[in-house]
Each structure stands twice: as structure tokens, then as C-alpha cells.
């Protein structure tokens, strides 16, 4: 079983530049495909990005493409969500999630996610 912190969340004005961290215990993250939602008031949670756990490869909802990088660090079992250009609809609080047996076609389902961050609140305004 694998616990999850987010760090890395905080105010920035438009066009500036996040950097989130999930941090894992108690497993080896580079066992499992990694995810990032956000959910902002008043709406759904929503995809954002991905790191399968089968040759890294990594996805993006399409508003974040250009913009946001996801990656690992095996090292320090950590994955990350490098994010630019940030725009005031990017706020949002911002999960982590991570599943072993996650099939690629099901990357996009929070539902299908079992750990969970307890997330980081991300606000982009001037």
C-alpha cells in the first residue's frame, strides 16, 4: 500500500509557474501509473495528467498540453507536474493519485485510481 503527500501548490499570477510534487511511502512509485486531477469549486473532479507505469510514457487533458509536464524521480519516489503559463482556470485544488494495475485505456478515470493524495490548492489570480 502506497501513501501519497502533495506539496507544492500555492498563489501565482497568470502566466506564471508551478511546480507540484507527490511524494510516496510505503512503496515504490515506479511500480504504479500516476495521476493528477484537480477539481475546482462548484465542479467535477477532472483528468489533468498521467505517468503510465509501463515505459513512462505520459498524457494530458488537452487544456493543459504545451503547458504542463509530468514526470518521475525514482530516486526520491516522487512524481511530478511542472506547470507554465498557468491561467486563473487552472485554479483548482490539485490530487495526486496512483493505482498498480491501471489498464491505459482507463487513465483518465478517477474512479479507477485506489491511493489518493489529500491534494494542494493551486490559485492563479492577479
Known amino acids: 500500500q502506497v501513501q501519497l503527500v502533495e506539496s507544492g501548490g500555492g498563489l501565482v499570477q497568470p502566466g506564471g509557474s508551478l511546480r507540484l510534487s507527490c511524494a510516496a511511502s510505503g512503496s515504490s512509485l515506479s511500480t504504479y501509473t500516476v495521476g493528477w486531477f484537480r477539481q475546482a469549486p462548484g465542479k467535477e473532479r477532472e483528468f489533468v495528467s498521467a505517468i503510465f507505469r509501463r515505459g513512462g510514457h505520459t498524457y494530458y487533458e488537452d487544456s493543459v498540453k504545451g503547458r504542463f509536464i509530468i514526470s518521475r524521480d525514482n530516486t526520491k519516489n516522487t512524481v511530478f507536474l511542472q506547470m507554465n503559463v498557468l491561467k486563473p482556470e487552472d485554479t483548482a485544488v490539485y490530487y495526486c493519485?496512483?493505482?498498480?494495475?491501471?489498464?491505459?485505456?482507463?487513465?483518465?478515470?478517477?474512479?479507477?485510481?485506489?491511493?489518493w493524495g489529500q491534494g494542494t490548492q493551486v490559485t492563479v489570480s492577479s
Open positions: 493519485a496512483a493505482d498498480l494495475g491501471l489498464i491505459l485505456s482507463s487513465i483518465r478515470n478517477s474512479g479507477q485510481y485506489d491511493y
